[in-house]
């Protein structure tokens, strides 16, 4: 059976004060090509590494604005 993970990345930003309210309506792609090519600096590390329960993935799913659907019916994970 294939084993779901929740990993948690923390990302540290410097920017100018006026690319604020740039960076809120940004996408992660978009915010990755800022650092490499554009006017952001940062870097990133994980804060987290779990393995997803059975019976916590539905619930972790819907948390990230799924339906809870996406890896299909979650009985069947980490067993």
């Not at 990345?9 to 100018?16: D, P, Q, W, Y």
């Not at 090509?33 to 019976?55: H, K, L, P, Q, W």
């Amino acid at each position: 059976m294939t084993t779901i993970r929740k990993v948690v990345i923390e990302l540290t930003l410097l920017l100018e004060e006026g690319e604020r309210d740039r960076l809120m309506q940004m996408s992660l792609d978009q915010i990755a090509d800022e650092m490499d090519e554009g006017c952001f600096i940062g870097s990133f590390s994980i804060t987290s590494d779990a393995i997803v329960a059975a019976s916590d993935l539905k619930p972790a799913l819907i948390a990230l604005g799924n339906d809870g659907s996406f890896f299909g019916d979650s009985e069947e994970w980490n067993r």
